[in-house]
């Protein structure tokens, strides 16, 4: 121990005790900041992971939803042409006149038009 001289040269114990006391409580304090820390960071990442995880839960209903609504689309598209090939066929019956080609599908304005 490093102790302090004291009068007449007596090494104060007393004195030492306390600064290993107090270096004890300081190092102590740092593992308890530490350890605050890590659990702090422990939760950030677990609530990072839970946002994560609800994020891709809705990514998954999406695509759900978009593939859905494309298979819809494509049934509809099918459902026109066939109704258009029939009424083209009945047309074509009644007056001998000329086929009618397939008419090119409306495009909204600045929307370009994509087969699916």
């Known amino acids: ?11 104060n ?20 900041t530490e350890q ?9 990442i677990d609530q990072l992971d839970n946002y994560l995880t609800e994020l891709e839960q809705k990514n ?24 258009e090939a029939k009424d083209d066929d009945k047309n074509a019956d009644k007056g001998g006149g000329k086929k009618k080609g397939k008419k090119p599908p409306e495009q909204i304005e600045g929307m370009p038009y994509a087969t699916l």
């Open 60 to 83: 998954d209903d999406l695509i759900v939803k978009i593939q859905e609504l494309i298979d819809s689309s494509r049934q509809a598209r099918e459902q026109i042409e066939k109704e």
């Open 1 to 11: 121990m490093n102790g302090h001289t004291g009068i007449g040269g007596d090494k």
């Open 13 to 32: 114990e007393s004195s030492d005790v306390e600064s290993e006391n107090q270096e004890d409580m300081m190092v102590d304090d740092v593992e308890e």
């Open 36 to 44: 605050a820390e890590y659990e702090s960071l422990n939760n950030t």
